[in-house]
Nanobody, 122 residues
Framework: QVQVVESGGGLVQAGGSLRLSCSAS????????MGWYRQAPGKQRELVAT???????NYAVSVKGRFTISGDNAKNTVYLQMNSLKPEDTAVYYC????????????????WGQGTQVTVSS
C-alpha cells in the first residue's frame, strides 16, 4: 500500500513563505502525477498545483506566480514553495500521488496524505 506523507505546514504572516514536502513510499513505481490540493473550512477541496514525472506543471490561477511545484522522481517526492502568502491561502493542504499504466489507463495507485495545515495571518 502506498503511503503519502506531507510536512512543512504552519503559521505564517501574510507576505511570508512556506515550503511543503510530500513523499510517497511503499512502492518502487514512481508516480506519473503528484500534486497538491487544499481545502478551506466550508469549502470543497481544490487543486493547487500538479506536476508530472516528466516535469510538466499545472497551477490554479489563484496561486500562479506565487507558488512553485517541483519534484524528485528518484525519491517519489514533491515540493510546494509558497511565496507571498495571503490569508485566503489558509487551508489544509493535501498531497496526492498517482500512477497510471499506459496505454490501458489502469490506475496502479491513487493515494492521499493526511494533510498539513497552513494558516496565514493578516
Amino acid at each position: 500500500q502506498v503511503q503519502v506523507v506531507e510536512s512543512g505546514g504552519g503559521l505564517v504572516q501574510a507576505g511570508g513563505s512556506l515550503r511543503l514536502s510530500c513523499s510517497a513510499s511503499g512502492t518502487i513505481l514512481t508516480a506519473n502525477l503528484m500534486g497538491w490540493y487544499r481545502q478551506a473550512p466550508g469549502k470543497q477541496r481544490e487543486l493547487v498545483a500538479t506536476i508530472t514525472s516528466g516535469g510538466r506543471s499545472n497551477y490554479a490561477v489563484s496561486v500562479k506566480g506565487r507558488f512553485t511545484i517541483s519534484g524528485d522522481n528518484a525519491k517519489n517526492t514533491v515540493y510546494l514553495q509558497m511565496n507571498s502568502l495571503k490569508p485566503e491561502d489558509t487551508a489544509v493542504y493535501y498531497c496526492n500521488a498517482k500512477r497510471t499504466r499506459f496505454p490501458d489507463m489502469t490506475v496502479v495507485y491513487d493515494s492521499w496524505g493526511q494533510g498539513t495545515q497552513v494558516t496565514v495571518s493578516s
